[in-house]
C-alpha cells in the first residue's frame, strides 16, 4: 500500500476516483497465526464504504461497526482474515490506521471473505486505476485466469489475474536467494495451489507468466547470470517451475514484463506499438511491436539501457555492467548520483554539498537520486541544472530508439521520475524530454509520438506477465 514512491513522489489519481468506495483499514487484532507455524503478525481489516454518499457500484455491502463482543472471523460482508505486512509500506498508506503497526518487513499477503470471493491488493505505487485499486470480488470476474511472476532480487510479487486484467489475488514474498531457486519453485507452487483453492478457481488457471531480471537463455527458460541472484546462475527456472505447478510458463526479461503490463492495462493501452523505459537504479527498456515483444536472438532484445548517447572519450562508465556512454550512465539513479558526485567536487554553493566529506569524495549511501530531487524542489541549482541534463540525455535516447522502431507511444516507468506529472519538477522533466525529442526529430514523427509517464507503477511487471501468458494461451 506505499502510496510514496522512492524518490519522494505522490500517487497520481484517476478523475474518477472520488466515486469509487474507499477503504478504511481497523486494528482488531494480533498475534501468531495459531494455525501454521509462520510467526507473522496477524492483522485484521475492514472494508468501509465511501462516506460522502457516494454510490459504490454495487461492489459491496455496507459493513455495521463492529461491537466489542465481534470475533474478527465471526463478522461477515468483507472483512479481512489474515493479513502478513510490510509495515514500512501500509504505514506510508493514505488509508488511516486506528493503531499504528510495528511488523518486521517480510511481505505482504491478504485474502479477503465475502462470500468466499474478494481479494484485497496493495494500491500501485506512482497512480491509481479504478480496477486495482480496490478489492475485485471473484465472482465478478472473468476467466480464465493467468498468474503473473515478478521476481526480483529481494522479493517475488505474484498476482493472479482475470481476463480483462482484474487482479483477484496477490502475494509479495521474499526472495531469500541465499535458499537457492529449488526452494523458490516449491514456494511459488505451494502459493499457486493454496491461492487457487482459496479463491476458488482450480482448474481455471491454464498458464503462467515469469519475469526476471536479465542476462537469461529464454529459448532454454534458463537465468544466465542476474547479478541479483548469484545463485540462481545457469537454473532451469522455466522447466523446473512447470514440473511443480502443472502448467505452461511464459519467460520474459522483466523490463519486457513491465512494458507489456503498460502496453495492455496502462499508459499504452490505446497504441498497438510501444516502447517502455524503466529509470531505476539502472535503466530497463521493453518495445512491443504490433503486439509483439522485441526479445531478440540472444535474449537481449530491447535492452534500452545500453544504447550509446555519448561517445565522448571521458564519457560516463555505466556501473552495471555496461560500456562507457550509454543510457544507463546518464538516466538511472545510480547514473544520476555519480554525476551529481562529480559536480560536487567543482561546485560548493551547492545544498548538497553537506554529503561530501573533508576527502572531497562523498558518502554513497547518504547522496541518492532522492535527494537530488528533493534539493531540485528546494530550488537549488546544481540538483535542477542535473535534472534538465538528465532530459537532455533521455530525449537523446529517446529519439534513437524512436527513429528505429517508431512506437506511436513512450511510456517512462520506474521510481526515478523526479515526481512525476503531478510535481512541477517531475512535470518539467518530461516536459524537457518531449522537447528535446522535438529538436531532434521529424515534425510528423514528433506530432505522431507521445510521451508519457507509466501509470501502473510498481504493478506493472506481474500485471505483463500476467498478459504474456494470456497472449500465448489465446
Avoid at 519486457?256 to 517502455?276: C, I, P, Q
Wanted: proline share 5%; hydrophobic share 35%.
Amino acid at each position: 500500500m506505499n502510496g510514496i514512491g522512492t524518490n519522494g513522489e505522490t500517487p497520481r489519481q484517476t478523475s474518477h476516483r472520488e466515486r469509487l468506495p474507499r477503504l478504511r483499514l481497523v486494528f482488531l487484532g494480533g498475534g501468531r497465526d495459531a494455525d501454521r507455524t509462520s510467526s507473522k503478525t496477524v492483522w485484521f481489516l475492514y472494508y468501509c464504504p465511501n462516506t460522502s454518499g457516494a454510490d459504490d457500484g454495487g461492489r459491496f455491502d455496507a459493513l455495521r461497526k463492529p461491537s466489542e463482543t465481534d470475533h474478527p472471523l465471526d463478522v461477515g460482508y468483507v472483512l479481512v482474515k489474515r493479513i502478513a505486512v510490510n509495515a514500512e509500506r501500509l504505514t506510508s498508506s493514505r488509508a488511516g490506521f486506528d493503531h499504528e503497526p510495528d511488523l518486521p518487513k517480510p511481505s505482504l499477503s491478504i485474502f479477503m471473505i465475502r462470500r468466499r470471493g474478494a481479494f484485497l491488493r496493495r494500491e500501485p505505487t506512482l497512480a491509481f486505476n479504478s480496477d486495482r485499486d480496490h478489492a475485485f470480488p471473484t465472482e465478478s470476474s472473468t476467466a480464465p485466469y493467468f498468474w503473473g511472476i515478478d521476481i526480483g532480487g529481494t522479493s517475488i510479487k505474484c498476482g493472479l489475474v482475470d481476463d480483462e486484467g482484474h487482479t483477484v489475488a496477490f502475494e509479495q514474498v521474499p526472495t531469500q536467494e541465499s535458499e537457492g531457486p529449488e526452494a523458490a519453485v516449491r514456494g511459488l507452487a505451494n502459493l499457486v495451489r493454496e491461492t487457487e483453492q482459496r479463491c476458488g478457481v482450480t482448474g481455471k488457471v491454464p498458464g503462467i507468466g515469469m519475469g526476471a531480471p536479465g542476462p537469461m537463455d529464454l529459448p532454454r527458460g534458463r537465468l544466465v547470470a542476474p547479478p541479483q541472484l548469484p545463485s540462481w546462475w545457469d537454473f532451469p527456472i522455466v522447466e523446473k517451475l512447470a514440473e511443480a505447478t502443472g502448467r505452461k510458463v511464459e519467460f520474459l526479461n522483466d523490463a519486457n514484463a513491465a512494458a507489456f503490463g503498460e502496453y495492455w492495462l496502462g499508459s499504452g493501452s490505446e497504441h498497438s506499438s510501444m516502447l517502455l523505459l524503466t529509470l531505476g537504479t539502472g535503466v530497463g527498456g521493453g518495445i512491443i511491436i504490433e503486439d509483439e515483444l522485441v526479445n531478440g536472438v540472444n535474449s537481449f532484445g530491447s535492452e534500452c539501457g545500453h544504447i550509446l548517447v555519448d561517445s565522448s572519450p571521458d564519457a560516463q562508465i555505466c556501473q552495471w555492467g555496461g560500456g562507457r556512454g550509454q543510457l544507463e550512465a546518464y538516466a538511472s539513479a545510480t547514473g544520476v548520483v555519480a554525476i551529481t558526485r562529480k559536480r560536487l567536487r567543482e561546485q560548493t554553493d551547492s545544498s548538497l554539498s553537506r554529503f561530501v566529506n573533508r576527502d572531497g569524495e562523498t558518502d554513497t549511501d547518504e547522496l541518492t537520486s532522492k535527494r537530488v530531487y528533493e534539493a531540485a524542489v528546494a530550488g537549488d541549482s546544481l540538483a535542477n541544472t542535473i535534472v534538465d541534463e538528465t532530459a537532455r540525455w533521455l530525449g537523446i535516447a529517446i529519439t534513437t530508439l524512436v527513429h528505429t522502431v517508431d512506437p506511436g507511444s513512450v511510456v517512462l516507468g520506474g521510481a526515478m521520475n523526479f515526481g512525476g506529472e503531478e510535481c512541477p519538477i517531475g512535470k518539467r522533466f518530461i516536459e524537457q524530454i518531449r522537447e528535446e525529442f522535438r529538436e531532434r526529430t521529424f515534425p510528423n514523427v514528433f506530432q505522431g509520438t507521445t510521451i508519457s509517464f507509466a501509470s501502473l507503477g510498481s504493478d506493472a511487471g506481474y500485471l505483463g506477465a500476467a498478459g504474456y501468458a494470456r497472449k500465448a494461451h489465446s
